[in-house]
């Protein structure tokens, strides 16, 4: 009998987020084999100055599927309003579904603490989703059934490595994603639509540039030129083992 692949999700706020956050790591997993998914809660309605919610989501989606096609991975959105992510029933059931039908071994989700709410309550969701999701009478009939595990939660980094209130968030653990911080760089470029929000709205102008000084200080914890960090989520219930770096040894 052929053993599947290993099946790795990312399930992170807005389109960019996992070409910011994490798609060096989600490279790295798709050279070692493994099977990608990268999700996000919303289409970004709220990321633009000049068009309206439904034009600038088109692009995002747009976007966001090109750039996960970089990286030969599935892109699920699950059409929740930007800047307005919250812990409830909705939102839950959708993290839950989106579980149930991908089935992942890992998954990777925003820091519990970061610079902004929508953050914070898609890493709450996606972890309770990751406890929730095999539990049979928890939405029993939100489409495929329960898992027969919990999957691996690994927290990105926040912005900048910094909780809310600007305090430092140190990773366990830095992957080494030299080798692909190119690609990681073409599939952040796909998100042309963030360049003029992200200068009008936080003062970042080369995004792209951002992105690599970040790598850069994260790379150089482990003598790399470029490095993404995670925490793993240890909690009681959840595996034990850092599937991780298992896969990437």
């Known amino acids: 009998m052929t053993r599947r692949a290993p099946v790795v999700l990312s399930v992170l706020a807005h ?7 994490c798609a060096g790591t989600l490279l790295r997993l798709a050279a070692a084999g493994c099977e990608l998914h990268i999700a996000t809660f919303t289409a970004g309605d709220c990321g633009s100055m000049e068009l309206a919610p439904e034009a600038i989501s ?6 966001a599927l090109a ?8 892109y699920h959105c699950l059409e929740e309003l ?3 992510l919250f812990y ?4 839950l059931r959708k993290t839950v579904s989106l579980l149930r039908s991908v089935r992942p071994d890992i998954v990777l989700a925003h820091s519990p603490a970061d610079y902004m709410p929508d953050h914070e309550m898609a890493s ?10 095999a539990v049979p009478n928890l939405f029993p009939r939100a489409g495929a059934p329960a898992l027969d595990h919990i999957p691996h939660l690994y927290y990105c980094d926040p912005i900048e490595g910094k909780d809310s209130l600007g305090r430092d968030v140190p990773p366990d653990m830095v992957i080494d994603i030299a080798a692909v911080l190119e690609t990681k760089a073409a599939m952040l470029a796909c998100h042309a639509s963030q360049r003029d929000w992200l200068a009008s709205q936080h003062g970042m102008d080369q995004y792209i540039e951002a992105m690599r000084a970040w790598a850069k200080h994260r790379g150089a914890a482990i003598g790399s030129a470029a490095g993404e960090g995670f925490r793993q989520h240890l909690g009681h219930g959840f595996p034990q083992d850092n599937a991780l770096t298992k896969l990437l040894a």
């Open 15 to 21: 389109p960019d987020d996992a070409e910011i956050l």
């Open 58 to 63: 088109r692009m995002r989606r747009s976007e």
């Open 67 to 74: 750039a996960a096609e970089l990286a030969g991975a599935r």
């Open 82 to 84: 930007d800047l307005l």
């Open 88 to 91: 409830a029933p909705k939102p």
């Open 124 to 133: 709450l969701l996606v972890r309770a989703a990751c406890f929730n999701a």
